[in-house]
């Protein structure tokens, strides 16, 4: 069995530092090193989206990174988008729009919207549609998922 | 799944890369961004006993012109190529055809020498790499060497890419003023995996085409360069006749397969309309 290497990550803007397996995916190294449960795995092969995080502030799946290869790299998760007691305008809008409902795809959507409301502040429905195009929501359904990042969309430019 | 127990390294140059590559022989596989090699390594198709990572090479990341071409290292990701200024200035057809490739998370990982080297059969950036003359910039321990992209990629998952060899660049060649470019493609939904695509690039003078380039994915095992369609509209107009005339030349050349997504016959039938389609939208500047 291959040595464990130690593997230090800003996460959320805080060092974090842990040892991995050279094959144990960022998204178990989140999960289960450092107790970071808000990436969920789904598919396990970049499909579905549930374990997207950003990766030097850019959207990434966390299932198709090796923990060793990131060493050094700046990791966001959606633990890291509001405080313990607040919503981010993009979380308050999925609460408000019913844009989820088991849950398990929501960091994923939350992520994704994140990144692009940032490329692209002020998006028309289709933009969106395309936007989230590889995230997989498997009960909620999408329409209100759509509903939800455009509001979050006007409430982002409203608070600038 | 989780991938089977490999062993890991990052070195900090491409000499220690090509070092690492050379001890492992066929054990050894290149980690860039990992968006094509991680899920095959997670579903166990794929087992290298020695990653070896080039993360690390800041070296290898460039993206530059040199002469009549825009090179790219081996680092750049596809995301970056996407917004690069350079890109969209001198190969046009390469900007067009980065979107198609994944999803955003994808390409923000992704490198486009990786895409190449990994030989997908329906890779989009292998049909920009045919119809933009690539030349593929090989590098092992022991020398160097380059391959036409044409000669490069050879079979499904299957590149002239030896054991010891990685790709450490690909040069494009720069696009002149007066060329005319699409690239077309069809999915079973947006942004998915391509069922078929189209890329063309016309070098227009005067009014008659100089040089085409075409080519497809879905025609054959690979991308591939259609070259009787390209014959009829050289030294040609490209009008209404001479377009019809290429598309059924194509028609009759291209062995599309069949698999999940769409049977052969299907295939070639959006071929031959994604190239109408796609010389028009060319010849009209959209």
Known sequence: ?160 | MKPAPFSFCAPGDLAGVLEALAANGEDGRILAGGQSLVPLMNLRLVRPEMLISINRCSELDYLRLEGDSLVCGALVRQARAEESDLVQEECPLLAMALPYVGGQANRNRGTICGSLAHGDPLAELSAAALVLDGEMRIAARDGQRTVAAEDFFLDGLTTALQPGEMLAAVAFQRQGGDERSAFLEMGNREHGFAVAAVATRLGMVGGRCEFARIAMLGAGPTARRIRAAEEILTDSEVDDAAIERAVTAAHDIIEAPSDLHADGEFRRHVLTTLLERALRQAMAGE
């Open chain 1, 1 to 160: 069995m291959p040595e464990k290497i130690e593997v230090t990550l800003t996460i959320n803007g805080e060092t974090r530092r842990g040892l991995a397996e050279p094959r144990l995916l960022l998204a178990d190294f989140l999960r289960h090193e450092l107790g970071l449960m808000g990436a969920h795995i789904g598919c396990e092969h970049g499909v579905c989206g549930a374990c997207t995080i950003l990766i030097d502030g850019r959207t990434a799946r966390s299932c198709l990174h090796f923990a060793v290869a990131l060493d050094g790299a700046v990791i966001d998760t959606v633990e890291g988008l509001a405080g313990p007691d607040e919503l981010h305008p993009i979380q308050e809008a999925f609460h408000q729009n019913h844009a989820l409902q088991c849950g398990y795809c929501t960091s994923g959507f939350l992520l994704t919207t994140l990144e692009f409301l940032r490329r692209n502040p002020d998006p028309d429905e289709d933009e969106i549609r395309r936007a989230l195009t590889n995230n997989l929501c498997r009960c909620t359904g999408y329409t209100n998922i759509v509903k939800a990042v455009a509001e979050a969309a006007a409430a982002l430019r409203a608070a600038d």
